[in-house]
């Protein structure tokens, strides 16, 4: 026996770095009672403010953000954590009658929600310190020859996902491809919105961006994070401008290059978060360019109409 209750869809907002994602999810929020859950990849880690551009702090004392700064910075973070962290959000959120949203572009967090993660074999340590001995590049080789479709998804010098996927394949006999296209999405009523820019614009707002990070300190910064653990060996290392950063304060790049190289490395991720984007059909994809914030707001909310999805819910 049972009786039924509304739930209220879920608002994403998604896109690739640089699309204008912050502004217009904290403007949504506002407009209507909500509250962000962040999918950034990397706004989990406490410190790494400048370089992940995160929300500010005047935006986050108007619009209630939940899972930024949550790590520390000599932290980890996975998807199944983020996944179980937004089944744990989401009731709350709805429990004071605000709108639940997800804001960002962590292509790996976001198909943990959207398109069902697979839950991990045991872990081998044994197995993950034999091949952290091995060059990267011979692991990335065998990714290719025993999980060819893992391959075209992970980044060639991305160590930890490429050691998983080959911890999955020789733990279980199974590529993780496989596992992972036999999960299952959240089960949510989600109603997904897409920003994107043209190319010349966007290529031209990063750029901007990264000369506004040096403006704003970030090489300051990561130095701070620095003596609090930030070293070459954690998960938080791996955001794009760090290692940057790291080699700015070694005195072995000029700033001109930081922005040089910065700018291209976020270009090469927008273009991989684009590819997997496309791939889902249920994104309403929205043209940002030459446009302000309010204008892309206003046209999300003219089509989206809340209608609450009824659920059985045991007496």
Same mark, same amino acid.
């Given at each position: 026996m049972g009786r039924q209750r509304a739930r209220t869809p879920v608002l994403v907002v998604l896109g690739p770095t640089a699309s204008g994602k912050t502004a217009v999810a904290v403007e949504l929020a506002r407009c209507t009672n909500g509250e962000v859950i962040s999918a950034d990849s990397r706004a989990f880690f406490v410190g790494l403010d400048i370089v992940t551009d995160k929300p500010s702090l005047d935006d986050r004392g108007d619009v209630p953000h939940h899972l930024v700064d949550c790590v520390p910075i000599n932290g980890n973070y996975d998807a199944m954590a983020f996944r179980s962290d937004v089944v744990r959000l989401l009731p709350e959120i709805r429990s004071r009658h605000h709108q639940p949203m997800l804001a960002g572009g962590g292509t790996l967090y976001l198909g943990a929600?959207?398109?069902?993660?697979? %839950?991990?074999?045991?872990?081998? %340590?044994?197995?993950?310190? #034999?091949?952290? $001995?091995?060059?990267? #590049?011979?692991?990335?080789? %065998?990714? %290719?020859?025993? +999980?060819?479709? #893992? #391959? $075209?998804?992970?980044?060639?010098? +991305?160590r930890l996902r490429i050691t998983r996927a080959l911890e999955v394949f020789r733990t279980t006999g199974k590529p993780m491809s496989q596992w992972q296209s036999e999960a299952e999405p959240l089960h949510e009523d989600f109603h997904i919105v897409g920003l994107c820019r043209e190319r010349a614009e966007h290529r031209a707002l990063i750029e901007e961006r990264v000369r506004r990070m040096l403006d704003r300190g970030v090489i300051n910064e990561i130095a701070q994070l620095q003596t609090r653990g930030l070293t070459q060996d954690v998960q938080a290392y791996r955001t794009i401008g760090v290692p940057e950063a790291f080699e700015v304060l070694d005195g072995k790049l000029a700033t001109e290059e930081y922005v040089r190289i910065v700018s291209n490395r976020t270009w090469q991720l927008v273009r991989r978060q684009m590819a997997w984007f496309r791939r889902d059909e249920a994104v309403r994809w929205i043209r940002v360019t030459g446009r302000s914030v309010g204008d892309v707001t206003d046209e999300i909310l003219s089509e989206w109409t809340v209608k609450p999805k009824t659920t059985e819910v045991a007496l």
């Open positions: 929600i959207l398109r069902g993660i697979f %839950e991990g074999a045991v872990k081998d %340590e044994d197995l993950r310190s #034999a091949m952290k $001995e091995r060059p990267i #590049a011979d692991l990335f080789s %065998e990714l %290719e020859s025993v +999980d060819p479709t #893992a #391959a $075209e998804r992970i980044h060639r010098n +991305d």
